[in-house]
């Protein structure tokens, strides 16, 4: 699955495949963003942590990741 984080004041968006379903990552932005000081904590497939202050979070965007293509196509 992929996540997209927007960051406040940065203009690139923090990208990762995650192991977890939806609804673990719509668990751990809701308890980050519930504290004042709170971490948002997310493991890519390949075991990488990113960590973002809570209240830096602008958005974060969850959904399948695309099915990668081999070969060539006629369209």
Same mark, same amino acid.
């Given at each position: ?14 990208? %990762? ?15 980050? %963003? ?7 904590? %997310? ?33």
């Amino acid at each position: 699955m992929e996540v997209k984080v927007g960051v406040l004041h940065t203009a690139r968006e923090i990208v %990762l495949d995650s192991p977890q379903t939806p609804e673990e990552v719509e668990q751990l932005v809701a308890a980050a %963003l519930k504290s004042v000081d709170g971490q948002l904590v %997310l493991t890519d497939d390949r075991g990488r942590k990113v960590i973002v202050p809570a209240n830096l979070v602008a958005y974060v965007d969850i959904a399948q990741s695309d099915v990668r293509r081999v070969g060539f196509s006629a369209t």
